[in-house]
């Protein structure tokens, strides 16, 4: 049984930083890209970032390029997500998501497996 599991969320204000992680378990980790993504109600789930099987590669959406960062720790199957600068607009519900290969690309079609959320509040 696949499981990811999102935690980190929370209420920041706006300039500050979040560190969200996720925990991946029942699935092969290490062969598998890793992605975040986002929603707000109404709206469609937007893709953040994702990084390759091995770290070496990473790709981000144009709206957080230079100021989150997506990186993961293989030997503990965590990927994390570092949120700095924060704007009210990156006020969201944060996924993580397992790539359906070694690299994935940001079509939500790419991931196979989607972890339940977590909150993230950002006030002006």
């Known amino acids: 049984q696949v499981q990811l599991v999102e935690s980190g969320g929370g209420l920041v204000q706006a300039g500050g930083s979040v560190r969200l992680s996720c925990g991946a378990s029942?699935?092969?980790?290490?062969?598998?890209?890793m992605g975040w993504f986002r929603q707000v109600p109404g709206k469609e789930r937007d893709f953040v970032a994702v990084i390759n099987w091995s770290g070496g590669t990473t790709y981000y959406a144009d709206s957080v390029k230079g100021r989150f960062t997506i990186s993961r720790d293989n030997a503990k199957n965590t990927v994390f997500l570092q949120m700095n600068s924060l704007k009210p607009e990156d006020t969201a519900v944060y996924y993580c998501?397992?790539?359906?290969?070694?690299?994935?690309?940001?079509?939500?079609?790419?991931?196979?497996?989607w972890g339940q959320g977590t909150q993230v509040t950002v006030s002006s």
């Open positions: 029942g699935l092969a980790f290490t062969s598998r890209a």
């Open positions: 998501a397992s790539g359906k290969g070694a690299s994935s690309g940001p079509a939500r079609y790419n991931y196979d497996y």
